[in-house]
């Protein structure tokens, strides 16, 4: 079995911009299923959250309460899961 392509063709959709980001981040995606929506610190803490729903939107995250620094984001859903790095300044 091909995952990645699996992955393509179930798998949830998530891109970023503007990256790098000042002061909000807008995450586009696409779900079949609800999610979560996490964004870790490089050390792995978390240090937001949110629940999106079973659909195609966007959710635009206020920066302005982190550090400036690297955040990796990841979108889960129904055991899959797709993750990206977003720039803060």
């Not at 790098?20 to 929506?37: I, Q």
């Not at 949110?50 to 889960?76: F, H, M, N």
Request: overall charge positive; proline content about 4%; some cysteine.
């Amino acid at each position: 079995a091909n995952w990645s392509m699996f992955d393509q063709a179930f798998g949830p959709e998530i891109s970023v911009q503007p990256n790098p980001a000042s002061t909000w981040a807008a995450f586009n995606y696409t779900l079949r299923e609800k999610g979560v929506l996490r964004l870790n610190d490089v050390s792995g803490k978390c240090v937001h959250e949110i629940e999106l729903p079973a659909e195609q939107g966007q959710y635009v995250w206020d920066t302005r309460s982190v550090k400036a620094g690297v955040y990796i984001y990841t979108l889960q859903t129904n055991g899959l899961s797709k993750s990206g790095k977003l720039i803060i300044r």
